[in-house]
């Protein structure tokens, strides 16, 4: 490795020089198959069978707090601020 980072480039050639530079050209078979892990899978969803929302699968509901059946996280319903009690 060159030691060029010890001081801040004073002319503009330097500054250029200092540059990153590709050595070879990326051919398209290349490219295309460092591209070919980059797409995206679409989350998937499972239908709660307690209250029907879309949910993801093997985690807990997040709107009726159910998982496996049975209620394992008390989700809050209608927190009405305005009840003067
Ligand atoms: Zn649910």
Redesign the pocket.
């Known amino acids: 490795m060159r030691q060029r980072r010890q001081s801040p480039p004073r002319r503009e050639e330097e500054l250029e020089e200092s540059m990153a530079v590709q050595q070879n050209r990326v051919t398209r078979s290349k490219r295309n198959m460092r591209r070919s892990h980059d797409s995206l899978t679409a989350v998937s969803s499972n239908e709660?069978p307690?209250?029907g929302?879309l949910?993801l699968p093997h985690h807990v509901?997040g709107?009726?707090g159910?998982y496996a059946g049975r209620e394992v996280v008390n989700v809050a319903q209608d927190l009405d601020l305005d009840d003067d009690s």
Do not use: I, L, T
Request: proline share 0%.
């Open positions: 709660c307690n209250c929302e949910k509901c709107s009726c159910y």
